[in-house]
């Protein structure tokens, strides 16, 4: 019989117990991680009673969010009448008598020969200004010291200062032993140093007559966090494969370790908007001299934090480590994915432990094949460099969230790149690294700058360039070279395309202004040549520049 009352929409503080409190043992079974915090359930039961009684469950993280307690179970006549958070101070456990008289005299030991350094200081002290001192400030009677007794005195100070720097040395050792000894035993006692004050949970049931209670007690706390990554494994050949990798990368500091867990992470973000934000009137106007400083701060405050987002945003994942080859491949275990109308959620197999140290968990969520169509993709003007470009079209129900994907070709690890998200059926494009079988060349082959002619005030620059690209593969491949023209938006500055050739395969490539694409296949030992030209004008009285843009 289910408990009633087994759900709690409320939670009180550190209300007055009505019955006599059972501290019972209680163990975390499951854990929904979300991008910024977890649902912990505890699992317990116990033997109650007829009539009233209060459960506490010890040992819980101060993060918990208290509205979030939530308590269900099963038991006959059992119902739940309240639950409450409470903090208590941490209890210092009594030294035993042996341990006390140990510490006691190490700490007597410690004075004494704190005691004995601070006189031999002292002396050391007296006896360098006796050393500093001017015959003028001295007595009459120093000052008729002859010579030999001078020298005498000087070697008393020397024999001196030797005695009393070899007993601080002596003593220094000494004491540092001593704190040594000291520390050993206070680690050792029970008491120790007071961890803090201990949080816990109270659960108030109350029992028509004596019965067991089996609870779930389920609470949401801060300090975990899950982030999705990704590994794509090509393998290039006559029939190209790529495998998928989805992994979940959680990290916790919640204060408890998660030890043998059933854990399953969600991409709902609990502790985001739950709503749009509003859209307020916005307002122009000419601004005065007074409020330029004060706009000029505000607009560089905004970029600073707007940079800083970005930045923690694209903060790199580490990728995970490659397993060790084993002679019979093992097989990996995916998540089961539950997708509903808004988020989804990966349920990790089996049982999972995470540390609350902060160490990064690394848990694989699936497997999936996909069929990629390869092609070499160079920027000349930018790298003259080939590199081996994987596409596909995203199988499956389930979307590709934003993440970092390390990426393998024939088994070796080419590099990292970020991924957006990306919906099923959806074109996925990723690089992997260079391919030292195809030769791009890029040739600057006209670069000529004309001054204003008869009738005309205006100067003209005109550039042209050839891109070679040679294939030593033994099997065909497919290539796309990408280049560019510049691009004005001012009237007085004139862009003239003169010469592209061959005719390219499309213009403001991938909507970028000024863009262009050639698109062709080349045979074994095959070569193709482009040549691109182009010429710019602008007034002569005025002066010219090229700056990249992101369109």
Excluded at 43 to 49: C, F, N, R, S, Y
Excluded at 312 to 317: D, F, G, L
Excluded at 390 to 398: C, I, P, Q, V, Y
Excluded at 511 to 531: C, E, H, I, S, Y
């Amino acid at each position: 019989m289910r408990l009633a009352a087994a759900t709690l929409l409320a939670v009180s503080f550190a209300a007055p117990a009505f019955a006599a409190e059972i501290a019972v043992p209680s163990k975390i079974d499951t854990v929904a991680v979300h991008p910024r915090a977890a649902t912990i359930t505890r699992t317990l039961d116990a033997e109650l009673k007829a009539g009233a009684s209060t459960l506490v469950l010890k040992n819980i993280p101060a993060g918990v969010d208290v509205s979030s307690i939530r308590v269900e179970g099963t038991g006959e006549n059992v119902k739940v009448l309240s639950s409450d958070f409470r903090t208590v101070p941490s209890e210092d456990r009594p030294l035993n008598p042996e341990q006390a008289k140990q510490i006691e005299a190490l700490q007597r030991e410690i004075a004494r020969i704190e005691g004995e350094i601070e006189q031999a200081t002292t002396l050391k002290t007296m006896v360098g200004r006796y050393a500093e001192a001017k015959p003028g400030d001295m007595k009459s009677e120093q000052q008729s010291f002859d010579v030999t007794q001078w020298r005498a005195a000087w070697d008393a100070v020397d024999e001196r200062l030797k005695s009393i720097d070899q007993r601080l040395r002596a003593s220094e050792a000494e004491l540092e032993q001593k704190q040594e000894e000291l520390a050993r035993l206070e680690d050792a006692a029970p008491g120790g140093v007071p961890e803090g004050p201990q949080h816990e949970i109270l659960v108030e049931l109350e029992a028509a007559s004596a019965a067991r209670a089996y609870l779930r007690v389920s609470y949401q706390v801060q300090g975990a966090s899950w982030r999705p990554a990704y590994e794509a494994r090509l393998s290039t050949g006559k029939q190209p494969k790529l495998v998928l990798e989805r992994r979940a990368i959680v990290t916790q500091t919640t204060g408890e370790d998660w030890s043998g867990v059933s854990l399953s992470v969600h991409t709902a973000d609990t502790y985001g908007r739950t709503s749009a934000p509003d859209i307020l009137a916005w307002r122009a106007g000419i601004l005065d001299e007074s409020d330029r400083y004060r706009a000029k701060v505000s607009a560089r405050d905004q970029a600073f934090g707007g940079s800083l987002g970005e930045m923690q945003r694209a903060a790199p994942m580490a990728a995970p480590a490659e397993p060790e080859q084993a002679d019979k491949p093992i097989t990996a275990v995916s998540a089961e994915i539950l997708n509903t109308g808004y988020t989804t959620s990966f349920v990790i197999p089996g049982r999972v432990s995470v540390t609350a140290d902060g160490t990064q968990k690394t848990l694989l969520i699936s497997k999936q094949d996909e069929t990629p169509k390869l092609q070499i993709e160079t920027a000349p003007a930018i790298a003259p460099t080939a590199y081996v470009q994987a596409a596909f079209n995203l199988t499956g129900e389930t979307p590709l969230f934003p993440g970092q994907v390390a990426l393998y070709r024939d088994g070796t690890l080419m590099g990292r790149e970020k991924i957006g998200l990306t919906a099923p059926g959806d074109e996925v494009e990723l690089g992997f690294g260079q391919d030292d079988r195809v030769r791009v060349e890029h040739v600057p082959v006209k670069t000529l700058e004309e001054g204003p002619r008869l009738l005309s005030d205006r100067r003209t620059e005109t550039r042209s360039f050839k891109t070679i690209v040679t294939n030593f593969h033994d099997t065909p491949v497919s290539v796309r070279v990408m280049n560019r023209i510049p691009f004005s938006e001012q009237d007085k500055v004139e862009v003239t395309e003169i010469e592209a050739t061959p005719k390219p395969t499309a213009r403001n490539f991938k909507d970028v202004r000024g863009a262009l694409a050639w698109d062709f296949d080349l045979q074994p030992n095959g070569k193709q040549d482009l040549t691109l030209a182009y010429s710019v004008s602008w007034p002569d009285d005025a002066r010219v520049n090229y700056q990249d843009v992101t369109n």
